[in-house]
């Protein structure tokens, strides 16, 4: 058990529509970050937030963004879904960043 | 750019066997090597991570060897279980840069009983 709670666990949507995803991380850990795991490959880094701003962001556009709040939860938004979003989206999170990232067990997005 | 290549792509090995599943890194300024196993439906989950001052780490039936010349890592899973049936992600980061992990394609792990 991670700690690294994640909402919800599978999702449908239509291309051009918005979506949020929820990630509850454990008290403590200051470092969130979100990535994108595509069928059959490895996680691809989006971005990664501490105490409430990014600071760290992989090849993704604009319509990728994120939120993270004062009691460890955090968001992930993407607007104008396209058909290669579909994938499952995991969150990480860990309290100092000598410490292994913790994942959850991931939201699974498809766009139809 | 695919900075972690990982091989082989899918392995099957016997019960008690040894699995053995490579990478390679591009980036020298890479720093923390951990590998991770993953089953369907979850989320990755650390197995075992090493640092580049040494060059071998052990923890219980896994094992990491690390080349800094080569700049390979590998890891080495002993007596080989059918739970230890998973896909294994070998993956690299740069701690003072925010520890942002570089993952590889992953290895599809089978043990047969």
């Not at chain 1, 990014?54 to 396209?82: C, W």
């Not at chain 2, 923890?59 to 590998?74: D, H, L, M, P, Y």
Request: aromatic share 12%.
């Amino acid at each position: 058990e991670t700690g690294v709670t994640q909402s919800p666990t599978h999702l449908i949507k239509t291309r051009g529509q918005q979506v949020t995803l929820r990630c509850s991380s454990q008290s403590g850990h200051n470092t969130v970050s979100w990535y994108q795991q595509a069928l059959g490959q490895g996680p691809q880094f989006i971005f990664q937030y501490y105490r409430e701003e990014e600071n760290g962001r992989g090849n993704f556009p604009p319509r990728f963004s994120g939120l993270q709040f004062p009691n460890y939860s955090s968001e992930l938004n993407v607007n104008a879904l396209e058909l290669d979003d579909s994938a499952l989206y995991l969150c990480a999170s860990r309290r100092t960043p000598r410490e292994a990232q913790h994942f959850g067990d991931g939201t699974r997005l498809s766009i139809l | 750019q695919q900075q972690v290549k990982q091989s082989p792509q899918s392995l099957i090995v016997q019960k008690g066997g040894i699995s053995i599943i490579n990478c390679a890194y591009e980036n020298t300024a890479f720093d923390y090597f951990p590998w991770y196993q993953q089953f369907p439906g979850k989320g990755p989950a650390l197995l075992i991570a090493i640092r580049p001052d040494v060059s071998e780490k052990k923890e219980g039936r896994f094992t990491i060897s690390f080349n800094k010349s080569a700049k390979q890592f590998s890891l080495h899973i002993m007596d080989s279980q059918p739970g230890d049936s998973a896909t294994y992600f070998c993956a690299a980061s740069i701690e003072t840069s925010g520890s942002r992990l570089t993952f590889g394609e992953g290895t599809q792990l089978t043990v047969n009983p």
